[in-house]
């Protein structure tokens, strides 16, 4: 019987992609037949820092890559070329990826030219739209390419996968991570780590909080969301707005020159995972053109407007968790009026059930790997 550790390297840049790995890593740091090793790009290095320390998290190797006012072309080629020393030097059995980042998408590609095993953790999503969101639908696309085992989601992104030749032992059915991590993160006391959200006086009203960060949203897109936004909060005395805010200038400039300064708003610094966990638990409503957030909110019977025009879980829209409002000012506001006004409508979606995961699928995906060697 071969009693050699299955050598896993996990890799990841962002810190959602940080946060859907999270509680794998933990599963795997449990089983004394898996050597899990880890590797950071900080494709987002501010965001990324912190993340991981509070879970003991220590990373093997960090390519830290962050720059200023870095391309698309930058990462990847930096990825690609950085991070192929780290395979040769560890040869690991297998290479898992999340998702659709650039540094997924390059490492894969790595592991490709260097005969490493992918497997692709929350495969199969499609919005069938290249720039719909951009990058990322074609990074998931071309990371299929490259995956020799496929963990997805739900049965739709099964599906999405077998219409594209994926060989159906290939692919494994697991829910997603980003449940899993709920777990480790809501607190009861009602107290956050961030200053800013402690003095803020919102107890008693309507939160909606709010991210916006998509590349496809820059520009007028995040000027028309603002807009909408401002209306929303002038037209509703019982709402307060929460909004931690992307770093990036494209988002900074206008969410404060249009909504810095306005009475209840609170504009923030990005929050860490467990204050973002513990305000999705207290808000009344979500905007979000995140799709980590799409699938988080319905475990916390939060009913969330979609700031997409496509979104690549539809099982969100077909389940009732979700509603997609586009980018235009009215339609943002409308949607968002809609729900602050009809509590039937409201109360629908607070009730829907979470078509994405049910907590479990680290331990899925970890029994899988425990069989591949």
Known sequence: MNK???KVMSVFGTRPEAGKMIPLLLEMREKPQIESLVCVTAQH????????????????????????????????????????????????????????????????????????????????????????????????????????????????????????????????????????????????????????LNNANFLDKRVILMTAHRRENWGQPMTEICRAVKRIINDFPDVFLVWPVHPGKAVIEPAYEILGNTERVLLTEPLDIFDMHNMMKHAYLLLTDSGGLQEESPTFDLPTIVLREVTERPEGLTAGTLTLAGVAQDSVYNEATRLLTDRGAYE??????????????????????????
């Not at 962050?66 to 040869?91: H, N, W, Y």
């Not at 030749?165 to 009861?188: R, Y």
């Not at 629908?348 to 060697?373: T, W």
């Open 45 to 196: 290095r501010e965001l990324l820092d912190g993340m991981l320390e509070p879970f003991g998290i220590k990373p093997d190797f960090d390519l830290n890559l962050m720059k200023a006012g870095q391309s698309l072309t930058d990462i990847t080629s930096r990825v690609l070329c950085e991070f192929a020393p780290v395979l040769e030097q560890t040869k690991p059995h297998i290479l898992l990826v999340h998702g659709d980042t650039t540094t997924t998408f390059a490492a894969s590609l790595a592991a490709f030219y260097a005969r490493v095993s992918v497997g692709h953790v929350e495969s199969g999503l499609r919005s069938y739209d290249k720039y719909r969101p951009y990058p990322e639908e074609i990074n998931r696309k071309l990371t299929t390419a490259l995956a020799d085992f496929h963990f997805a989601p739900t049965e739709l992104s099964r599906e999405n996968l077998l219409k594209e030749n994926i060989a159906p032992e290939k692919i494994f059915v697991t829910g997603n991570t980003a449940i899993d991590l709920i777990k480790h993160t809501v607190s009861a006391n009602g107290r956050f780590n961030s200053d800013a």
């Open 4 to 6: 050699e550790k299955i």
């Open 348 to 373: 629908k979606m607070a009730a829907a059930q979470n078509p994405f995961g049910d907590g479990n699928a680290s331990k899925r995906i970890v029994e899988v790997i425990s069989c591949l060697h």
